[in-house]
């Protein structure tokens, strides 16, 4: 049988140009070795997820083992477990704002492996403190290393991914990475009630997140570095050489000539992170800060707080850990469905859809009273949650330019974890003082923010080249 003819670029040619190299990413299809990256880059986001969602899952342990109470004696109180919930987002708000430069500085491959190393270390770190404020003050290192890592991810998949696959390519990504959530719940279910070996449970389920160190170097060998990075940075040589391997490999699978090139996209000048203040950037920037100020009150609010709010709703602690498992089966449900749907739809959209659902499911959520119906609008609030998370997170990256992508995202998305901060200390006054109904009135007035913040200023991306969108 007679091979397939390889199509590429000529290297060497008018095709190395830094508009024709992005309009070559652009044009390559959807074979396995372009999903081969979005799964790798997906697996080494699993154990930030791991790290980040036992926050919310082992802190019937924190509280059981008397580290913490489950309600803080003031707003504002360090012995609450809103305490330890903030210290997780004070490290990624100090990890996303401070530090969000690094993966336009220094490079979205070194960043992606040194955040992972750095959250793990931090993590394992935390499993031997014995004293309330060990314990926050290490979750507070480990969150910086985690807010990197968020960042990083989504620059990088929207880099080294075609046009016409960033959608999907989020969903699968997010899919991934909520996967990890149910085992999370199980290991929390399982061991937190527990102290195997005489140590408790909750430090258990910490440590197992840590073997994500271990795979780090193969994802790292694996994935190149962003050919747009690299463009932005002067090294064009090296982009051509990187985009030109990448065209090897799918053309070697697709089976034929890889797709002709589409118009030219406008090429990027270099510039500074001020340009965000500038148009056309200034009202994208004004108007993520409102929405990430807010839709992480919805989001967190529940995701951080279910064993507690189940708690606090009447079920007892071991029952709240297994309905918490249930309700986390539902994590990667809601991206599994956007994969069909998430490059079919402007995803401003689909973010303001699933914040209305976030705000009508999280009050009949207040308004249970029996473990099905506990469960059901749990599951239907996860679902919401993460259509609305796999949106935002393709959606931020497409509107700023390669040359501060990392740090224009990590800028808007510090916003969320600032927010985080605060509305970790409010989800605990309004459980104290008003119980889950006032808790999830709170979550719904922000969902109507988000609402209006998107739907009015959010611009259209479907479809659209980077480069394009940038201008």
Known sequence: MKTPE??????????????????????????????????????????????????????????????FTAASASVFGFSGLASFVAATFAGLFLGTMVFGFAADKFGRQMV???????????????????????????????GIGIGVELVTIDTYITELVPKHL???????????????????????????????????GWRWVVLIGAVGAIFVWFIRRA??????????????????????????RVAAEFGGPLPPLGPLPIEETHGRFSDIWRAPYLSRTSMLMVFNTFQTIGYYG??????????????????????????????????????????????KWQIVGAAIAIGIFGLAFAQQTQAAGLIAFGVLLTCSNNWMSQAFHAYQPE????????????????????????????????????????????I???????VLSIGILG?????????????
């Open 223 to 248: 994935v190149p570095e962003s050919p747009r990075w690299l463009i932005t940075h002067g090294k064009l040589e090296q982009a051509e050489i990187v985009t030109a391997a990448m065209e090897q």
């Open 166 to 200: 960033r959608g999907r390519a989020f969903a699968v990504n997010q899919v991934i990475q909520f996967s990890v959530v149910p085992l999370v719940a199980l290991l929390a279910w399982l061991l937190v009630p527990r102290q195997p070996f005489g140590l408790d």
């Open 444 to 450: 719904a007035a922000s969902m109507v923010v988000v």
């Open 302 to 347: 529940f995701a951080s707080w279910v064993p507690t709010l189940l708690i606090a709703a009447g079920v007892n602690t071991t029952n709240s850990l297994h309905y918490s498992f249930i309700i986390a089966i539902a994590a990667p449900v809601g991206p599994i469905v956007a994969m069909k749907y998430a490059d079919r739809f402007e995803r």
């Open 6 to 67: 390889i199509v590429v670029a000529n290297p060497g040619g008018c095709n190395t140009t830094a508009a024709a190299i992005s309009a070559r990413l652009d044009r390559l299809p959807a074979t396995r070795y372009v999903w081969k990256l979005v799964l790798l880059l997906s697996l080494g986001g699993c154990f930030e997820v791991y790290d980040l969602f036992f926050t919310a899952y082992i802190g019937p342990g924190l509280v059981r083992s008397g580290l």
């Open 399 to 442: 509107l700023f330019p390669t040359r501060v992508r990392a740090q224009a995202v990590g800028f808007v998305y510090s916003w969320s974890r600032l927010s985080a901060i605060f509305s970790s200390f409010l989800i605990g006054f309004f459980l104290r003082d008003f119980g889950v109904a006032g808790v999830f009135a709170f």
């Open 459 to 471: 611009p259209r991306t479907r479809g659209l080249a980077l480069e394009d969108i940038s201008h």
């Open 112 to 142: 992606f492996t040194c955040s992972l190393l750095w959250y793990t270390a931090a993590t394992i770190i935390m499993a031997f403190q014995w004293t309330a404020l060990g314990i926050i003050a290490w979750r507070m290192i480990a």
